[in-house]
């Protein structure tokens, strides 16, 4: 076991400025600062340790990834360790895209360590009912199922509070949520911007699912024979529309490109130098389920079989989203004195702030409304955050060549999440309460450049649906981290 080498005092620093008595093997204990939700008996692991494995600037900046390890015991850290090189750091963050914009992004390795080794299991009949469970006593209390219908892996009844009470002392600032069950089979499911693997995923399939999560990119590949009948599609490398003029990647066809180009092939004959993942047309076939009535960009891209490299249509949404958190690109919003990230959650159609916390230094937002869920923070007639959440509210089922698939994503919706909305301190503090307001909303169409001043809920460019607020607050709605940043004593 190699715990001892992930402490030192730069490490513990760049996680979130945690200073904490280390044990003499130099791990640290987390049982004195558990969220209350838990008792004391859940007390899930033996210790914890956090590493920085890609570090380019302040989490807020960055992309900050924290990947955290399930089922993994003493005698195993260094299998898991191996395996987070494998998916991540040598993995998705060495290879094409995610290893050419490696700079916007962190990453943060989280070893806990679990009392027994191995996630518990779940079996289920045909009609959906468990007929076998085996309990494991883990860090986070995962299942792996091992089936398809039912997204391979899930969480236990404490899962998420035993995730969100290590993170939120452990990295506290990050983004992506990636947890990996020691599990030797192939299973993996996400969306809200946390995804769940066992060891026998591979890293495209990863970077196949961070294109939905981070650019809402659609599925490309078509697994049943049907016909699309459907609106638009919002996803951006997807369409119903052959004309050149409106197509949403005309801007990239050749003018000597046929519209339609073909289906599963070039319609023959194939110009030379056609490449199958870079050369841009309009191909049948997308969105999962149909060959017929649906186009997609290219033969093959990633968003269609994981091992490809993204198409230019779809690289060119992750180069939007990835920009602004580059290393080159000009740090902070606000002020660059501080800011408050704030937890919000969605249940029952009802928005309540669960957390909020306050950190040094700039944080970045990538300024852009996508389609799907966005929100909105207003003091009074100005705006003072903005953010896209692509994939929130979205559980998916993940498949990959060679073992299972792809087959087609199995998505349940959950009722209730949370996502994350960064402000600058210097808005928060004082601020008349009764002039705050934070909206969520469903944006059905596409705005990539600039936003009017108007409130997003009233923008009429993006056909918006509003699906919660959070208005005419006091600080007794006000969870007492954030009352004390709004009216400081
Ligand atoms: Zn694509």
């Not at 807020?60 to 990947?67: K, L």
């Not at 306050?358 to 409304?369: A, R």
């Not at 009233?458 to 607020?469: F, K, Q």
């Amino acid at each position: 076991m190699s715990l001892r080498a992930f402490t030192t005092a730069k490490e513990l620093d760049v996680a979130g400025g945690i200073r904490r008595p280390m044990r003499s093997d130099g791990t640290s204990s987390l049982r004195s600062w558990l969220r209350s939700d838990l008792s004391a008996s859940e007390v899930p692991w033996l210790a914890a340790s956090v590493t920085t494995l890609i570090w380019n600037g302040p989490p807020g900046s960055r992309i900050t990834v924290a990947v955290v390890g399930d089922g993994f015991g003493p005698q195993e850290q260094d299998a898991y360790n191996t395996a987070v090189d494998r998916l991540l750091t040598d993995g998705l963050f060495a290879q094409d895209f995610f290893g050419e914009h490696r700079s916007a992004f962190n990453l943060v390795r989280v070893n806990l360590v679990s009392l027994e080794s191995g996630v518990g299991t779940k079996t289920y009949d045909a009609d959906g009912n468990v007929i076998r469970k085996i309990d494991r006593d883990t860090a986070l209390g995962t299942y792996y199922n091992g089936d398809w219908a039912h997204l391979w892996v899930e969480d236990g009844p404490s899962t998420e509070a035993r995730l969100t009470s290590a993170l939120s002392e452990l990295v506290p600032e990050h983004r992506l949520k990636v947890v990996v069950l020691n599990r030797p089979e192939f299973g993996a499911c996400g969306g809200n911007w946390r995804t769940t693997v066992s060891l026998g995923i591979s890293w495209p399939t990863l970077a196949h699912e961070f294109g939905h999560a981070m650019g809402r990119l659609g599925d490309e590949y078509h697994k049943r024979d049907e016909t699309y009948r459907g609106i638009e599609p919002t996803e951006p490398n997807l369409t119903t529309n052959t004309d050149r003029e409106t197509l949403k990647w005309g801007w990239i066809v050749g003018a000597e490109t046929p519209l339609p180009t073909g289906g599963d092939d070039y319609t023959p004959p194939k110009p030379s130098g056609w490449h199958n993942s870079q050369s841009v047309g309009l191909f049948e076939g997308g969105h999962g389920s149909y060959r017929f009535g649906v186009y997609r960009p290219v033969l093959n891209c990633r968003m269609n079989s994981n091992d490809p490299r993204f198409c230019p249509v779809c690289a060119s949404v992750m180069e939007a989203v990835t920009a602004k958190h580059l290393a080159a690109a000009p740090l902070s919003e606000g002020d660059g004195t501080g800011y408050v990230r704030l937890v919000v959650r969605l249940e029952q159609g009802v928005l309540r702030v669960l957390e909020a916390r306050e950190f040094d230094g700039p944080f970045v937002e990538t300024g852009l409304v996508t389609q799907g869920f966005a929100h909105e923070v207003r003091i009074g007639d100005r705006r003072v955050a903005l953010g896209s959440l692509p994939d929130a509210g979205v559980s998916r089922g993940f498949s990959e060549i060679g073992t299972d698939g792809p087959r087609e994503h199995v998505v349940h919706r959950p009722d209730s999440f949370d996502f994350v909305v960064r402000v600058a301190s210097a808005e928060l503090r004082g601020a008349d309460l009764s002039q705050l307001t934070v909206d969520l909303v469903s944006v059905g169409a596409d705005r990539g450049d600039a936003l009017g001043e108007v409130p997003l809920r009233e923008d009429p460019a993006l056909d918006v649906t509003p699906i919660a607020s959070l208005a005419d607050l006091s600080l007794a709605d006000l969870p007492m981290s954030l009352r004390r940043i709004v009216a400081p004593e």
